[in-house]
Structures are given as structure tokens and as C-alpha cells.
């Protein structure tokens, strides 16, 4: 099993930055690719950026630019930085871990972390 811990949400003005961590523990080893993603109130979640254990990254087109997915592998930790928030950012986020065992392919959600910005 993995598990995912996020942290680094909270309430923020408009214009500002936030870091969010998302701690990986269990089978690390076994991660393929760690995923950040967020659901704002009313909607479906949606993904936000990709980073695999090679390194390589993947944005959503909506995030380029103002987000930055990158890891520290010694901490087994995920961060995503979150630049000039707007008020639409508002939202929990979430972080996710692909991971293999036995052949078979598994998803490891976390229990989020709530990001709100006022204007």
C-alpha cells in the first residue's frame, strides 16, 4: 500500500503563493508517477500536473504557467507551487500515486488539503 499525506493549504489573499506538500509513505518504491489534482466546490475534480519517478512533468493546459510540480525524493515528497493565486483557485487538492504490485496497477489518493483565496 501507499499512502499520501497533503499539507500546506489554507487561506490566502489574491496575488499571493502557496507550496503544498504531498508526503508519500509504505511502498514508495513502488510509485510509478505522483499526480496533483483539485475539486472546487461544484465541480469535478480535475487534474492539475504529473511528475514520474524519471522526473519528467505534465501540465494541464489550465496550470501552465502559474503552477510547478516537483519532488524531493530523499523526503519522499511531492510540492506544488502555486504562484499569483486568483479567487477560482479555491478548492481542496488532492494528490494521488500510481504504483504497481504483484502486475496489477493501484491509485493511492490523499485526503486533500483546502486552498482558499480571497479577493
Known amino acids: 500500500q501507499v499512502q499520501l499525506v497533503e499539507s500546506g493549504g489554507g487561506l490566502v489573499q489574491a496575488g499571493g503563493s502557496l507550496q503544498l506538500s504531498c508526503a508519500a509513505s509504505g511502498r514508495t518504491a513502488s510509485i510509478n508517477a505522483i499526480g496533483w489534482h483539485r475539486q472546487a466546490p461544484g465541480k469535478q475534480r480535475e487534474l492539475i500536473a504529473t511528475i514520474a519517478t524519471s522526473g519528467r512533468t505534465n501540465y494541464a493546459d489550465s496550470a501552465k504557467g502559474r503552477f510547478t510540480i516537483s519532488r524531493d525524493n530523499a523526503q519522499n515528497t511531492v510540492y506544488l507551487q502555486i504562484n499569483s493565486l486568483k479567487p477560482e483557485d479555491t478548492a481542496v487538492y488532492y494528490c494521488?500515486?500510481?504504483?504497481?504490485?504483484?502486475?496489477?496497477?493501484?491509485?493511492?489518493w490523499g485526503q486533500g488539503t483546502q486552498v482558499t483565496v480571497s479577493s
Open positions: 494521488n500515486a500510481n504504483w504497481v504490485r504483484a502486475g496489477g496497477s493501484y491509485t493511492s
